[in-house]
């Protein structure tokens, strides 16, 4: 099993431009997850969703949009990407139910100048 | 107000030597989690070990063990016997309701020879 994949690792873009982070799971989970870490910030949550179709707002949601067409993929979407999203994202996957921890994917960096 | 609070920033310790890092929570919800999760240089996330609310005993997972106390709110990450392998960012997270985890800002444990 791959776990959970990220693409790409790394991206420079411009202010304005646009771009889609991929991330894939390979173990069948239901609830799926995307965060952003910013130095002295822990992690905050995008986005989230808990099945197919399925998406809602975490707690810092602006500037970005998701989808989740297939169970094995989420897909983060920056429309117009500004220099304040520069960051690390992350994607997370697991399986429903309580106790279940989140496995997570390498990250995505991402710099916007 | 922070749902999570790790107020070390930063914690040294000898190498073989035990060490304790912090959290605090704050919720309502008498149904909650308590997740530890480490992150190294190299930037992957790591689970490490879960407590419930409604577990009676503190979890343990080899060298980590959770030192849980339900009024004080506290779950604090006890690591015995330190390993240089060890020097990592730790952070504490929160699940309430049933899907989402909120983090703590971190503790950076660095483990001298």
């Known amino acids: 099993n791959a776990g959970v994949t990220q693409t790409p690792k790394f991206r420079v873009l411009k202010t304005g431009q646009s771009m889609t982070l991929l991330c894939a799971q390979d173990m069948n989970h239901e609830y799926m997850y995307w965060y952003r870490q910013d130095p002295g910030m822990g992690l905050r949550l995008i986005h989230y969703s808990v099945g197919e179709g399925t998406t809602a707002k975490g707690e810092v949601p602006d500037g970005y949009n998701v989808s989740r067409l297939k169970k094995q993929n989420f897909l983060l979407g920056l429309e117009s990407a500004a220099p304040s999203q520069t960051s690390v994202y992350f994607c997370?996957?697991?399986?429903?139910?309580?106790?279940?921890?989140?496995?997570f994917g390498p990250g995505t960096r991402l710099t916007v100048t | 107000a922070q749902k999570i609070t790790q107020t070390q920033p930063g914690m040294f310790v000898q190498e073989k030597e035990a060490v304790t890092l912090d959290c605090t929570y704050d919720t309502s919800d008498p149904s909650y989690g308590l997740f530890w999760y480490k992150q190294p240089s190299s930037g992957e996330m790591i689970f490490l070990i879960y407590?419930?609310?409604?577990?009676?005993q503190n979890a343990t997972e080899g060298r980590y063990s959770l030192n849980f106390q339900k009024a004080r709110k506290s779950a604090n990450l006890v690591i015995s016997a330190s390993q240089l392998g060890d020097s990592a960012m730790y952070f504490c997270?929160?699940?309430?309701?049933?899907?989402?985890?909120?983090f703590g800002k971190g503790t950076m444990l660095l483990v001298s020879p």
């Open positions: 407590q419930g609310s409604y577990d009676q």
């Open positions: 997370a996957s697991r399986v429903a139910g309580d106790a279940y921890e989140q496995y």
């Open positions: 997270a929160m699940r309430e309701g049933y899907s989402t985890l909120t």
